[in-house]
């Protein structure tokens, strides 16, 4: 059976706050049978953990300071992440890494809050979910320094470069592809990357609410206003990989779902 498995979801954005439970259930029925809810401060960590907690086998979650919440890092900060970390539904530290294009936390912060997590991940040996945005050169060689020891590690919402993306394969991590690959009009050079990172390096996420693919077809939108994306659209994203690496879906869906599972023990 052809299931799939959405590695990044903000399930905590309040556009979800009415309906979880519907939404996923839409995505189980989509045969998206396993979802990762992506912490991105201490505070929705523990609420991404908490929900994760309520859908045993299908939900998990990321625990981790995404860079824009790099200015809420203090001294209790690790020792809370840890914590969360000890839950068996608490997969994967992150999210974390630079953000230079926003700008929403100093860059000094960010590098002190993603070594932090760096040093983490190390200590607890579980596989870190990266977060890098016009940042690369800067992540790279932070990140170079823990490399013999850190666990498996993904950058997740790949929209870099083909040679930033051929960087990031030869020092062994995963990329993370989102609806940003249907998007011909922004991230046109995307199709290039997917073409060139071999389907067991690659894994898919929806980002919902955020990303919604282009090619999802209008009546199924639930929030038609909002055009809130949903894991339920998980298919074609890897519809739209399938494309234009030119194998079939079945393929994409088996490999991104095998990867998931090894990736993140679930
Ligand atoms: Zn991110």
């Given at each position: 059976m052809k299931t799939y498995i959405d590695i990044g979801i903000n399930l905590t954005n309040k556009q979800f706050q009415n309906d979880i439970d519907d939404v996923v259930q839409n995505a189980l029925d989509a045969d998206v049978s396993q979802m990762i809810l992506t912490g991105t401060s201490v505070r929705n960590s523990e609420e991404s953990s908490r929900i994760a907690k309520e859908y045993p086998g299908i939900l998990y979650a990321t625990a981790g300071i995404h860079p824009h919440d790099?200015?809420?890092?203090?001294?209790?900060s690790i020792s809370k992440l840890r914590n969360l970390l000890k839950?068996?539904?608490?997969?994967?530290?992150?999210?974390c890494g630079l953000d230079f294009d926003r700008d929403f936390s100093p860059r000094n912060i960010q590098e002190t809050c993603y070594k932090a997590q760096l040093e983490l991940a190390i200590e607890v040996q579980k596989p870190l979910f990266l977060h890098e945005r016009a940042a690369f050169t800067k992540f790279m060689s932070i990140t170079k320094d823990y490399?013999?020891?850190?666990p498996k590690a993904v950058v997740h919402c790949f929209t870099g470069t083909l040679p930033e993306a051929k960087t990031y394969l030869d020092n062994g991590f995963y990329l993370g592809f989102t609806?940003?690959?249907?998007d011909s009009k922004r991230f046109d050079h995307l199709k290039e990357v997917i073409q060139y990172v071999p389907v067991d390096r690659m894994m898919i996420e929806t980002d919902a609410p955020f990303?919604?693919?282009?090619?999802?077809?209008?009546?199924?939108?639930?929030k038609y206003h909002e055009r809130r994306c949903e894991p339920a659209f998980l298919p074609f994203v890897a519809a739209t990989v399938a494309q234009f690496k030119g194998v079939s879906g079945i393929v994409v869906a088996e490999e991104t779902t095998r990867n998931a599972k090894i990736f993140f023990r679930i």
């Amino acid at each position: 059976m052809k299931t799939y498995i959405d590695i990044g979801i903000n399930l905590t954005n309040k556009q979800f706050q009415n309906d979880i439970d519907d939404v996923v259930q839409n995505a189980l029925d989509a045969d998206v049978s396993q979802m990762i809810l992506t912490g991105t401060s201490v505070r929705n960590s523990e609420e991404s953990s908490r929900i994760a907690k309520e859908y045993p086998g299908i939900l998990y979650a990321t625990a981790g300071i995404h860079p824009h919440d790099a200015k809420s890092f203090d001294a209790q900060s690790i020792s809370k992440l840890r914590n969360l970390l000890k839950q068996k539904q608490v997969v994967s530290v992150g999210e974390c890494g630079l953000d230079f294009d926003r700008d929403f936390s100093p860059r000094n912060i960010q590098e002190t809050c993603y070594k932090a997590q760096l040093e983490l991940a190390i200590e607890v040996q579980k596989p870190l979910f990266l977060h890098e945005r016009a940042a690369f050169t800067k992540f790279m060689s932070i990140t170079k320094d823990y490399l013999p020891q850190l666990p498996k590690a993904v950058v997740h919402c790949f929209t870099g470069t083909l040679p930033e993306a051929k960087t990031y394969l030869d020092n062994g991590f995963y990329l993370g592809f989102t609806g940003a690959i249907s998007d011909s009009k922004r991230f046109d050079h995307l199709k290039e990357v997917i073409q060139y990172v071999p389907v067991d390096r690659m894994m898919i996420e929806t980002d919902a609410p955020f990303m919604l693919p282009k090619n999802t077809p209008n009546n199924l939108l639930m929030k038609y206003h909002e055009r809130r994306c949903e894991p339920a659209f998980l298919p074609f994203v890897a519809a739209t990989v399938a494309q234009f690496k030119g194998v079939s879906g079945i393929v994409v869906a088996e490999e991104t779902t095998r990867n998931a599972k090894i990736f993140f023990r679930i």
